[in-house]
């Protein structure tokens, strides 16, 4: 193959037609589906993870840093919506830093990406196991045997077709919602404020804050677990019918069906139950609620099982957002290009397949190292999804400077501002991710792993990127079409 060296200091070769008909995705989505897919990713959230807040910072300290990880999210979804309209690919936010700051920005915002949500999937399939064994015939079954059953089904769902798996990620995120609003309904005749407040504070602190100002601090990381998994919406750009207009119009309603469902959460399950003290400690904190208000029958155990689908709406899209973002890297040549291999199905089975042993693998080591396997496992997804959402807003910033003429379709109501604020907030979230040292080893572990990706980066794989990839080749029209411009290479 013939080569070509650009001023990145990076090398590309040719490819033929064939490679990239090998590497063909299909579009089957409308903004429907694609808003399933969004909200369908992060409904999880509002089943379990969020609560381990209530432990960290008490209830109004959970509540104000969630308050703060809300804005954080409207800015970076305005963002991307932003930028999803004028680069419509599958590589999602490796794309925007791609062409923003070159390839080594666009590699680590990929390599971030890939690590959010490979783990993610393995934090939510813990869950589902924690519900299952509050089910009195399922309490026997060992926790891991249900995680890999459920990788093993989820994942070949993904490989038979994007359609499948758009259509079931919109029944299953129904359901989980409807089970949401059932226990909403149930719950504000149950509630007490009372428990709100009832964890016992700290030396010198108020059951306001039970933990004090640092408890806010603490809480950050929980508090993004109501949200996170909305900005992998942009991997299905080429999947999507009308990417510039289907993708922002999915993302927006996005984000604010999910700050309703969060903030009710927050307060109506926190206020039932036995409060903000038992909630915090729970591996199934709605199961809690749900018990506290319907009482023990067959109508709680029904919701409770229906309830899953919202552990299993996330878990199941969010397998979908891995597999693209593996396959985008892998394509591009940033990762081997055996994995963007997409078949019959035009699926990338290969990532999917991959993705899911890693996940496996991370929470079976956690487990054996008898380590809290949802609580460390959530804070090495969440440190990796900062910094892409750091990335990603000055990203934004840096392409509007940079390229003011690029053709955006849907334009961000907020605009630099917000996304400095967003940038800003995100920069905060990433420090609090070391808060707790007990979950410290697992973000150094991602920290390093991010390290020797970079070695690898420079090493290898910076020498066998592919032009003709969507995103490389759109990045590299635009710095032709500047130096042609500008030969002396300013901005514009």
Not at 135 to 150: A, R, S, T
Request: charged content about 10%; some cysteine; glycine content about 12%.
């Amino acid at each position: 193959m013939a080569k070509n060296r650009n001023r990145g200091g990076v090398s590309y070769e040719d490819v033929d037609d064939a490679y990239l008909e090998r590497r063909q995705l299909r579009r089957s989505a409308g903004w429907i589906l694609l808003w399933a897919l969004g909200v369908g990713a992060v409904i999880s959230g509002e089943f379990s993870g969020w609560n381990l807040g209530l432990a960290a910072g008490g209830f109004w300290g959970l509540a104000i840093a969630t308050v703060l990880m809300a804005i954080m999210y409207v800015c970076m979804v305005f963002s991307i919506a932003e930028m999803s309209s004028a680069l419509p690919h599958a590589g999602g936010s490796y794309s925007f830093t791609r062409n923003a700051f070159g390839p080594f920005g666009g590699f680590l915002n990929g390599i971030t990406d890939a690590c959010e949500f490979v783990l993610t999937p393995a934090v939510i399939v813990y869950f589902i196991g924690s519900y299952l064994n509050t089910l009195e015939p399922l309490k026997g079954v060992p926790i891991p045997v249900w995680w890999v059953l459920f990788y093993v089904v989820f994942v070949g769902i993904n490989i038979i077709g994007v359609e499948l798996t758009l259509k079931f990620g919109l029944f299953i995120t129904v359901m989980a919602a409807s089970v949401l609003v059932i226990f909403y309904l149930g719950a504000i005749g149950k509630f007490d404020p009372a428990l709100l407040t009832n964890i016992a504070p700290d030396p010198g602190q108020t059951a306001f804050l039970p933990k004090g100002f640092g408890g806010i601090f603490a809480a950050l990381p929980y508090a993004i677990w109501f949200f996170l998994g909305i900005e992998q919406l942009p991997l299905a750009a080429e999947e999507a019918h009308d990417s510039g207009r289907d993708v922002p119009k999915a993302l927006t309603w996005g984000i604010f069906t999910l700050l309703i469902l969060a903030f009710l959460v927050l307060i109506l399950n926190s206020g039932v139950a036995s409060g903000a003290d038992g909630i915090g400690k729970s591996g199934a904190p709605l199961a809690d609620g749900l018990q506290a208000v319907f009482g023990a029958g067959i109508f709680t155990s029904t919701l409770i099982v229906i309830a899953i689908s919202g552990l299993i709406a996330s878990f199941h899209t969010i397998i979908y957002g891995y597999g693209r973002v593996l396959f985008s890297l892998s394509r591009a040549g940033y990762l081997p290009r055996w994995l963007s291999l997409t078949g019959k199905y035009h699926t990338p089975a290969l990532a999917l397949i991959l993705g899911g042993v890693i996940g496996l693998a991370c929470a079976a080591a956690i487990q054996f190292a008898g380590k809290a396997v949802g609580a460390a496992l959530l804070n090495m997804a969440v440190f990796a999804a900062v910094i892409s959402y750091f990335l990603n807003m000055i990203s934004y910033i840096q392409l509007k400077i940079s390229r003011p003429n690029l053709a955006r379709p849907y334009q961000s109501p907020l605009g630099i501002p917000g996304a400095i604020v967003g940038a800003g907030l995100s920069l905060i979230a990433l420090v609090a991710c070391f808060a707790d040292p007990g979950y410290r080893p697992g973000v150094w572990g991602v920290a390093i792993f991010l390290g020797a990706m970079i070695v690898y980066f420079f090493l290898y794989s910076r020498r066998k990127l592919v032009s003709r990839a969507p995103e490389e080749e759109n990045a590299l029209l635009s710095y032709a079409l500047q130096e042609i411009d500008q030969p002396d290479g300013l901005p514009r």
